[in-house]
């Protein structure tokens, strides 16, 4: 659908983002591995890089990933702690090491927790400590941090904003479900209620002058079944009426769908069709479903045409590639159409994927 492949791409852009900033917490403390002259020192100070940069990776990824966050907050928070013994003596005099650390820990500590300014505070005040230089280290730790916090935050906080906007929809899509179940509880009730009310009276009363007054009994059980067909009649009705969808609103639901997917979709219906072919939005419904969830089509179309004694419907797109053999769906539908004396047609030539769909009128 649509909004799984819009989220991908927005998490693939927010993950893309946070990386170029993430390659501080990999860069800035290399370069001190780098001049370090002691073999011991540049052996620690080398797993130290390794050890945050990969927590560091994990932590950013489980920020905008369905993931448990916790374990890469407890890793991040370890191997953050590991860094003072084994990045803070590296390059010293040289390079202030220990200082990109506490960079990227100012620049991350926004996104991961909600008191970030006490973590922030703690993180120069470390810095400082350990540093040859301490206005130095203030202005790397606390400059170059705050320009990546921006850069973390500001993508995070947008993909947050997409993770409630597209939570709020799927909310709104259930509550409509739920409403419409409602409604339609709420007319079989008042349309069953009364008269399976006078049913059971009538069933009753008959019952009791089954014994007493048997011509009685029978008019009144007559009634019964009288009333008994009159309602199951009219529920037939209404649940026939709760399922039938025009297909001109069905055609039109689905080409927002496929445009609103990437799909250039192009529909052409009559503007008047007869009743029968209502029948035919069960067709043009699966065949929408099976274009956005079986196949990578690029293009659709949708025709619907009158002619002297059926409606015929033709739906094709180029993602037959993307098929792999027929349905339960599409088998499924091929009964429910001959059973309302229609025919469904499926083939592939090309790349082209087309379903023809038929009903009587």
Known sequence: MAAPRMMRRARLLTLASV????????????????????????VLGAIGVVLFAAAHAGVLYAAVSPVARGPWLVAFAVASLLTVPLLAPVAAGRWETWAWVGASLVGTAPVLVRRWWAVVLGVVAVAVVLAG???????????????????????????????QVQDGREARARLAVIEERLRFARDVHDLLGHRLTVIALKAELAERLATLDGARAGEEAGEVRVLAASALADLRE??????????????????????????????????????????????????????????????????????????????????APGVAGR???????????????????????????????????
Request: net charge negative; glycine share 12%; proline share 4%.
């Open 19 to 42: 990386g170029m900033a993430w390659s501080t917490s990999l860069v800035g403390p290399g370069i001190g591995v780098l001049l370090e002259s002691r073999t011991e020192w540049v």
């Open 327 to 361: 349905g339960s769906g599409l088998d499924g539908l091929a009964e429910r159409l001959v059973g309302a004396g229609g025919t469904l047609r499926t083939g592939e030539e090309g790349g082209v994927f087309t379903l023809v769909a038929t009903v009587r009128t």
């Open 133 to 163: 230089d301490p206005l130095r280290a203030l202005l790397i730790t606390g400059g170059v941090g705050v320009g990546l916090a921006l850069v973390h935050v500001l993508p995070v906080w947008l993909w947050d904003l997409l993770v």
């Open 238 to 319: 209404a649940v026939h009426g709760y399922r039938a969808v025009d297909l001109a609103e069905q055609a039109s639901a689905i080409e927002q769908v496929l445009t609103s997917s990437g799909v250039r979709c192009t529909v052409s219906v009559p503007p008047s069709l007869p009743t029968a072919a209502r029948e035919l939005s069960w067709a043009l419904r699966e065949a929408g479903t099976n274009v956005l969830r079986h196949s990578r089509a690029r293009w659709c179309t949708i025709d619907v045409a009158l002619e002297p004694d059926l409606v015929r419907l033709t739906v094709a797109n180029d993602g």
